[in-house]
């Protein structure tokens, strides 16, 4: 009888232990999601133009590092570069390809490839190609945008591009 209630205790507390992985993994995958939309989101406020929802994505301790520019470590230095090429009109545009993201409890990063695309005055366009690291920080239950790094490489062109 001993033995047959310690078995039930041990499928009991087996079975608890493999409901909290699954959730643990459920919740993670939903994590998951939540990064890829604050990815979209990103593009989103980037494509429209929109200043206000794209600065939203910024935490106050960012380390922001745009191909070719100097590091910068405060929003509103990064709110004048993008309010710049807003308001100059430019109907640049900008797609993402992931190649990795990882979520953690207190930490995520979304990695891939960038395709700008820059429309010319004949009507054609051009393209431009480079890789971004964004990680995010979760503060007071938010995901907030720590570190924005890209950088240009022609290996980001080759191959199809997620169109």
């Not at 939903?30 to 994505?57: H, P």
């Not at 964004?134 to 490489?153: A, S």
Request: charged fraction near 20%; glycine fraction near 6%; aromatic fraction near 10%.
């Amino acid at each position: 009888m001993k033995a047959h209630i310690l078995r039930l205790i041990m499928f009991t507390a087996m079975l608890f232990a493999g409901t909290t992985v699954m959730q643990t993994h459920a919740s993670n995958d939903n994590q998951e999601e939540v990064v890829r939309g604050l990815m979209s989101s990103w593009l989103a406020a980037y494509n429209t133009k929109d200043i206000d929802a794209l600065m939203s994505l910024y935490s106050d301790k960012i380390y922001y590092a745009n191909n070719g520019n100097n590091l910068v470590r405060d929003t509103q230095t990064i709110r004048q570069n993008y309010s710049h090429q807003f308001d100059s009109g430019s109907k640049t545009t900008i797609d993402f390809a992931e190649e990795l993201i990882t979520v953690g409890e207190k930490l995520a990063h979304i990695a891939g490839k960038y395709r700008v695309n820059i429309p010319q005055a004949d009507g054609s366009k051009q393209n431009a190609y480079g890789r971004v690291l964004l990680i995010f920080e979760k503060q007071d239950e938010q995901w907030k945008l720590i570190v924005d790094f890209d950088n240009t490489g022609r290996d980001a062109a080759l191959g199809p591009f997620n169109d």
